[in-house]
C-alpha cells in the first residue's frame, strides 16, 4: 500500500483529496500508513460511514455496521470541501412564524435553535455581556452561573428592536435568537463526520444497483451510488478527474460520468469484463435508471476507452539482472521500444532496420542481437550520411559514438531510463501516442544534412497500456 499510496499522491493536483473506504480490521494500520506519506498535517477526517442498517444476528461478538472512509488532502490549506445542499430535514426547524409569538405580522419562517444552547448564553465571559434581561410578561432572567449572555446589551437591544429576539409563546422564556429561513435556505452545508445509511445508502442498496447490470454475481463489497456521489461532491467540480485505483464494480466511474466529471478507473481482476464495461455501457446508453440517475436526471451519452496493461518489458533472470521479458516476440519488442523512445511504430516492408520513425530522416532499429563492429558499420552505410539511426539491441561490441549517423544502447538501459521504478517522485504521465500514418514507400528517403547528429534526450510521456476496446 505505501506504493500506491506514494503514486497517488504524486497524482493528485495541490488541491485534491484522497478518501479511502476500509472496514475495522485495517483502518487503524492504515491511517498510520496514510500520515507517514501525507504528513500527520493533512489529515482530514475519518468518517464513519454506516454500511448496514440492521444487525448481523450471526456475530459472533459485535455487528460490524461501519465502515471507514480516511480523508487526506495533498495540501489541506489548498484543499476545502465543497459543501452540501439543504435538505428539508433541516429546513423542518424553522416552522415558527412571527405571528405564533405575537411579535411582528410579517409572517417570516425562522427557527429558534440550536445555535446557542437554548438560553443564548456562552461560555465565555464578558463584563459587557452579564446584564439581566426583562421579559414581556415582565420576569427579570439572567444568565447561568459561569456563563453569559452571546451578545453585549447594546447588541441585544438592537436584535429586539428588529424582532431577532423571541422568548417563546408564553413571552416568559429565557431569550432566543430568531434565524430566518429566507437567510439560510439558500446556504450550504458543512458535512459531518457521520454519513448514516439513510443519507448515503447501504450496502444492500449497492447490490440492489449492481443487480440491474449483472444479477448473476452482484459484487461481494460494492458501495451505493449515493455515497460516491456525496465524496464526489465533496472532493471536486465538473470537469476535474477522479481516479479510483481499485475499481471493483466499478461505482466511482458510473457516478463521476452522471456527475459530468472525467474519470479513470483501475481493476486487475475480471471485473473489468464482468461488470465494469456492462455498467458503463448501461450509463453511456442512458438505459442505467438506478443509482442516482434520476436525482441528477441521467439521459445518458459520453464515452470511454478501454485498456489493458501490457506486461512488463523487462524481468531479471536468476542472477538479478535486467533482461527482455520472453512473452515479447519481436513485433511486440520493436512496437514497445518505440513508445519508450518517442517513436512512431512504423515497419518498413523493405529495409530490416527501419521499425519506427521520429521524423522523416529518424529512424529506430530495434533487435535482440548482440552486434558486433563489423555488423554495425555494414548498418552504418546502408543508412547513410543522410539520415540517423538509433539502434537498441541486447548488447554492442563498439564505441557508442563509432559512427557518426547511429546511437546505441541497450535496451534494459534504455527502458528503464524511461521507467518509473525506484524514483522519489513517481511522476507518470501516461498519453496516447499517434498511430502511423500509411505511407507508400518511395525508392530513396529524403535526405538532411550529414552534420545533424541524433538528439533523443525528449521529455516524452511513457504510455502504459494497450487500447483493448473502446466506446465513444
Sequence with gaps: MRDRLEILRSLLTPDGSLWITIDDNEAHYLKVLCDEVFGRANFVANVIWQKKSSPSNDAKWISDNHDHILVYAKNKEFWRPTKLERTDEQNRIYRHSDEYDGVGEDGKIYGRGPWFPGDMTVKTISENALYEIITPSGRVVKPTDGRAWVYSKGKFDELLKDKRITFGKNKDNKPCIKRFLTEVENSKIVPKSVWLYEEVGENRNARQEVKKFNSINPFGTPKPERLLQRIIHLATQPGDIVLDSFAGSGTTGAVAHKMNRRWVMIELGEHCHTHIIPRLKKVIDGTDEGGISKAVNWQGGGGFRYYRLAPS???????GNWIINKSYNAAMLAEAVCKHEGFTYAPSETLYWQQGHSSERDFIYVTTQTLNREQLAALAEEVGDDRSLLVCCS????????????????????????????????SLQIANLPLAPVVEETAQAPRASSATKLKRAKEMSMPLFEQGDERE
Design 313 to 319: 518489458l523487462l524481468e531479471r533472470d536468476k542472477w
Design 395 to 426: 548488447a554492442f561490441k563498439a564505441q557508442p559514438d563509432a559512427f557518426p549517423n547511429l546511437t546505441l544502447k541497450k535496451i534494459p538501459n534504455t527502458v528503464l531510463h524511461r521507467c518509473e521504478w525506484g524514483r522519489d517522485d513517481y
